[in-house]
């Protein structure tokens, strides 16, 4: 994530609390955020330097009318300083600043297979001893990892998979 991207989030994030808008800012940048990351043409449009800056504004007013003040500016601001290619990484910021500032965190998860009930319950107690904050759990599959799982919590990690272990086993092998 760039330095500009953190910069201009601030910025929404401040502005927003301010006037008292920041969970309708922060609704629009979680849909900004999703919609650009799930529609490979938006993000071609947005980082494109052929398209005029007129075209794009269009298509982000057409396709995220409706949207709060603030975050409709937000458009302008990165049109005007020709630096829309980074509105997702702006509006995924913006979220990951607005859940901070809540004291609320996202756990990522990875597993080797989608999680069980039982791989939560024992997730969550992990959680726990890591964090007091309240946390959404994200459930991440990577089949790599063959078994157990990696927790990541802000700049904590807890890695319980099958595949570290086999890694410290090789190491332990080679170093005797």
């Given at each position: ?14 502005l927003a609390t301010d006037q008292k808008a ?72 913006y979220t990951l600043l607005f859940d901070e ?39 991440i599959v990577d089949e790599n990892i063959i ?30």
């Amino acid at each position: 994530m760039s330095r500009a991207a953190v910069r201009y989030a601030k910025a929404a994030l401040s502005l927003a609390t301010d006037q008292k808008a920041a969970d309708a800012v922060n609704n629009d940048m979680v849909a900004i955020a999703k919609t650009i990351s799930e529609n490979e043409e938006l993000s071609l449009v947005l980082k494109s330097s052929v398209i005029k800056s007129e075209v794009k504004k269009a298509a982000l007013t057409q396709i995220f009318s409706g949207i709060n003040n603030i975050s409709s500016e937000l458009f302008n601001i990165l049109i005007a300083n020709k630096r829309i290619d980074i509105l997702e990484s702006v509006a995924q910021k913006y979220t990951l600043l607005f859940d901070e500032l809540n004291g609320k965190e996202v756990a990522q998860v990875t597993t080797a297979v989608p999680m069980t009930k039982d791989l939560e319950i024992k997730v969550l107690a992990k959680i726990k001893e890591l964090t007091s904050k309240a946390v959404e759990v994200e459930n991440i599959v990577d089949e790599n990892i063959i078994g157990g799982f990696i927790l990541r919590i802000g700049d904590k990690q807890f890695n319980a998979s099958v595949l570290n272990k086999l890694n410290k086993l090789k190491r332990e092998f080679t170093l005797n």
